[in-house]
């Protein structure tokens, strides 16, 4: 607490500004030579500002203390020397350094042809830094077909972004440079917007709520922090004087009139709907003044239901129903500016959602989880971020605070007091799922994020330096069921009495007979919350040299401390120190050389510490088999055993119980201590090493003429310290001849193991006792990934055309030997024989987009993404097992590295075939009146529809990115496939 207040201080004690900045560069057209101590005025009428400055001696103004909005224009006016000048409308984003090159032609003399001003005078190109970014505006998101107005789905249109396989239904569905989504850092207009236990958005922003959206990928200033991977930063919307909003409805009748597959596909949430899903949406936003250029808001709503249908389908009960359940979103914005003074002003930004999942029971094709098993995922989030700016002289700042809340409950059940049955038939089949889900897992975080940034002004050199904290409480409740879990068998006549009682798909746990026979019961020992803080400390400095009117250079130094690192050591990662370095050569007025070098350190995802706290125990018997790693020298001789155990969840099975009647957790406290496990962790001795990458990129930029923008990127970036798992007691490596397979059993790859398991036991120093585990798993950072690309980019604004397009091409390669924060090795912890394509690797990716303006009011765009195919993992089939080196890893739905490969075959040595998906939108605005507008939308998804097997975005243990046999086998089992044509309808209401 000592550390917050201390924080609060400073805070309140320090001057404060905005950090957006635009650099003018004013040019005599004639010679190309700048023009010192020249009058220019930037404005934007919508907030009737105006700020006036002189030209330097490198004939560049800064103007400073900007908001980020759209509508700003550079003019000068006209001198006994020069004609007025005007550029065209500027758009300024959050966090923004943005450059701009104002042409003065000279007053009574014809232009020369080669003097380069054919067009408007202002260059669009970043002439300022290295930063290798990307941008999409909120007119053209408007354009592009996207489903449900998810921004996600339009980030892959940007270079170096592509559509990411996850590990489960929720994850990001995005991929930065090709890696893991979950460490892709997430802003909301320059503030945090990650939820740190797995990772991905706390609040899902919707496209009404954004004025434009930026991805940086590499070389970006050392203000930002975090990730190894990229950064999407959304700057959202702002009212003016001018009262504006809209009012949507758009449906998504599914099914009904889509293309047909046999195939599930996902919703907005990433889970697999089927039939009967239909999508209806709708909300509005409305941004005006309160008082007029003093107070501003923007007021965003928007909602969500999804219909879909299951089916509950058990001949043997007699029952076969549609099942409908509904998902509901729910997401709430809005944003007040207040300008109290010319050089001091505030802004208060909200943003509510609620998001409801629901498990209705039933499957896609038929299951046998009654009604009564039903439950809801729930994903709740709030942000409330507090911006005061101010100036004074040439230092400037500003201050930061937000608060946020995520609640992430996987489960919540309609019966949260049941027990979970599941009920077998006399052939062991399951007849019914009723009751309790099973399971609890409920994370709760409550963050609190301090931020300040300084910068100070000299003529030719601007410094930034800033502080950033962040503190987050998370809570977990995890774990098996504390009201228990039971498995029972039904004789033949109980079967007949339930079927001859209509009961149907009301069947509930009391609608079991008493007298069933019980096959197991398991019941959670340990049913509480458990959790930790998390503090993470930043710093930078950086300088922004221009050294001439053409060179700019950076020079930048950032420091990151996460308390998470710690783990089960005495102290945490305290070395993390991050240069930044990168230029800007301007080549001519129209076009720029840049490159750079940076490091940039990742956060800890909260879920490594949870996993090993909540996975571990610290029974006797467990501390016995640490000790004896410790002793055979494969944990460190300064272990702390108390410092790497925690009392987690535990379950306890019997065998034979009365139904309904089991003992509750309390009376089988006594089990926990000699409890046997397949597989516990501990917190990691050493502690982490923060994950980080290098970064190189070189680039060319062209500003062909006013509408039209040329850009190159080489990039690559090399991950280090990236996390993986650590078998401590892992089986000895084994070696499966292609030519002559031969399978261990479980027993003989247990007799390997550092502690030997022999029926559930282990005998150290010759006691023998049973409370320890086949597998003790710790996280360790010490993976690695390359990661290369060349991005080429064209763009066409439209101008005074009747089209616009955007074409990106970006050949790329990724490898590495980890993928995710549970990723193991095949054979024992052997890392070397993992190192391959990573699961989001692409070769090829392609991107266009095409606007057509036929007539006034309307847009037609063509939204084109083609890929290569996406890895294939290849696994063992036709040997009675997938577990062909007998360690119990070998699971087949798994893409982590656990599942055994194909012998032979390397780790994703295959490719799926490429994807090509073409996306239709057509809209037309009808004028009401003068300020008013009606606007009917169609959009077609995968308008050819093409049954692409990869390049979207899928959960891997669906995918098809694990195939049976070798590659030379041709074995191919269609697991899943991108949707078809689908159809997409709404109306839009503008003012």
Do not use: C
Not at 40 to 61: A, P
């Amino acid at each position: 607490m000592k550390s917050i207040y201390i924080w609060t201080l400073l805070l309140m004690a320090a001057s404060v500004w905005a950090q957006q900045d635009l650099t003018v560069s004013v040019l005599d057209a004639s010679t190309n030579k700048p023009v010192a101590n020249f009058s220019l005025t930037l404005e934007n009428k919508d907030r009737n500002f105006q700020s006036v400055q002189f030209s330097n001696d490198q004939g560049k103004v800064i103007f400073r203390n900007l908001e980020a909005l759209d509508g700003y224009q550079v003019r000068s006016e006209a001198t006994l020397e020069f004609e007025a000048e005007s550029s065209a409308f500027i758009s300024v984003r959050s966090n923004q350094n943005g450059t701009v090159t104002l042409l003065l032609r000279s007053r009574g003399e014809q232009q020369l042809q080669e003097v380069q001003v054919s067009f408007r005078s202002t260059s669009k190109i970043n002439q300022r830094d290295a930063e290798v970014s990307s941008e999409l505006k909120a007119a053209e998101i408007q354009e592009i077909p996207v489903e449900g107005r998810d921004i996600t789905r339009v980030l892959y249109r940007l270079p170096n972004v592509s559509q990411a396989t996850g590990f489960y239904p929720e994850a990001p569905n995005v991929s930065i440079n090709g890696a893991n989504g979950l460490f892709t850092s997430y802003l909301i207009d320059g503030m945090d917007n990650n939820e740190r236990f797995l990772g991905g958005q706390k609040f899902a922003i919707p496209s009404g709520f954004v004025k434009d959206i930026t991805v940086l990928t590499s070389n970006f200033s050392a203000e930002y922090g975090l990730t190894g991977s990229g950064i999407v930063d959304i700057t959202p919307k702002s009212g003016s004087n001018i009262l504006t909003g809209e009012a949507f409805f758009i449906t998504r009748p599914g099914p009904s009139i889509d293309g047909t597959s046999s195939f599930a596909q996902r919703d907005l949430s990433g889970n697999q709907v089927k039939d009967g899903f239909a999508r209806y949406h709708a909300g509005g936003g409305i941004g005006g003044a309160f008082v007029k250029d003093k107070t501003f808001y923007y007021i965003n709503l928007e909602h969500t239901t999804d219909v879909k249908d299951n089916l509950l389908n058990v001949p043997a009960l007699g029952v076969n129903e549609t099942v409908r359940g509904t998902n509901t979103f729910n997401y709430f914005s809005t944003k007040v500016d207040q300008i109290w003074t010319k050089n001091f002003r505030s802004s208060l930004r909200a943003n509510v959602g609620m998001v409801e999942i629901e498990k209705q029971g039933g499957g896609l094709d038929g299951g046998s989880a009654f009604p009564s098993s039903a439950s809801t995922q729930q994903r709740n989030s709030i942000l409330v971020a507090l911006k005061n700016s101010y100036s004074f002289g040439k230092l400037s700042g500003e201050t930061n605070i937000q608060y946020s809340r995520f609640n992430w409950d996987y489960a919540n059940p309609l019966n949260a007091n049941d027990p979970q049955v599941t009920v077998l038939g006399t052939n062991d089949e399951t007849l019914a799922i009723l009751g309790h889900p099973g399971f609890y897992f409920n994370t709760i975080e409550n963050t609190v994020q301090l931020q300040q940034k300084f910068k100070y002004y000299l003529d030719n050199h601007t410094f930034k330096f800033g502080l950033n904290y962040i503190r987050g409480e998370h809570e977990l409740f995890g774990g098996g069921n504390p009201n228990g879990n039971y498995t029972v068998k039904l004789s033949q006549p109980q079967i007949d009495a339930i079927n001859a009682s209509g009961i149907g798909s009301n069947l509930s746990i009391n609608d079991i007979p008493s007298e069933v026979s019980v096959v197991n019961y398991n019941v959670e020992l340990r049913p509480a919350s458990f959790g930790t803080h998390q503090d993470i400390y930043s710093a930078y400095v950086e300088d922004l040299w221009s050294i001439t009117d053409k060179l700019n250079i950076t020079l930048g130094l950032r420091y990151d401390y996460d308390n998470l690192s710690k783990g089960g050591a005495t102290e945490g990662d305290y070395n993390n120190l991050a240069p930044r370095f990168n230029f800007n050569y301007k080549l001519t007025n129209n076009s720029s050389l840049r490159g750079g070098y940076g490091i940039a350190y990742d956060k800890i995802n909260y879920s490594v510490y949870s996993d090993a706290l909540q996975q571990n125990t610290t029974s006797a018997d467990y501390k016995t088999q640490l000790q004896a790693f410790i002793d055979l020298g494969i944990l460190p001789a300064d272990t702390n055993l108390d410092a790497v155990t925690f009392n987690g969840n535990i379950s306890a099975n019997l065998a034979s119980v009365t139904y309904l009647e089991g003992p509750t957790s309390d009376q089988l406290q006594g089990q926990r201590e000699g409890a046997f496990s397949n597989e516990r962790r501990i917190l990691n001795p050493n502690g982490y090493d923060n994950p980080y990458s290098h970064q190189f990129s070189m680039g060319y930029q062209l500003q062909v003429d006013e509408n039209k923008l040329f850009y190159a990127d080489v990039v690559h970036n090399r991950g280090e310290n990236l996390f993986r798992l650590r078998n401590l007691n892992a089986a000895a490596e084994y070696t499966v001849d292609p030519n002559n397979v031969v399978v261990r059993t479980q027993e003989e790859a247990d007799a390997t193991r550092p502690v030997p398991i022999v029926n559930g036991t282990a005998t150290i120093d010759g006691q023998t006792i049973t409370g320890v585990a086949r597998n003790v798993i710790m996280s360790e950072t010490e993976g690695k990934s390359r990661y290369y690309a060349l991005s080429l980019n064209y763009q066409k604004s439209r101008g005074t055309d009747v089209y616009s397009y955007r074409l990106n091409y970006t050949l790329s390669s990724l490898e590495n030997d980890t993928e995710d924060i549970n990723f193991r090795a095949m054979d024992g912890n052997n890392y070397g024989n993992e190192w391959g394509p990573s699961l989001n690797d692409r070769t090829h990716n392609i991107n266009g987009i095409y606007s057509y303006y036929p007539f006034e009011g309307t847009t037609l765009t063509l939204a084109g993404l083609l890929q290569s195919g996406q890895p294939i993992n290849r696994i063992p089939i036709g040997f009675g097992t997938t577990d062909l080196n007998g360690d119990g890893s070998g699971f087949s739905d798994a893409y982590q590295g656990n599942s055994d490969r194909f012998p032979g075959e390397s780790r994703n040595s295959d490719r799926l075939p490429w994807s090509t998906t073409f996306d239709v939108g057509l809209q037309h605005q009808f004028e009401i009146s003068e300020n008013t507008k009606i606007e009917f939308r169609a959009d077609v998804f995968n308008v050819f529809n093409a049954e692409n097997l990869s390049g979207y975005s899928n959960n891997a243990t669906q995918s098809n990115q694990i195939q049976g046999g070798s590659a030379a086998s041709g074995l191919f089992t269609q697991r899943n496939a991108s949707p078809p044509r689908q159809f997409q309808f709404g109306v839009r209401y503008l003012f």
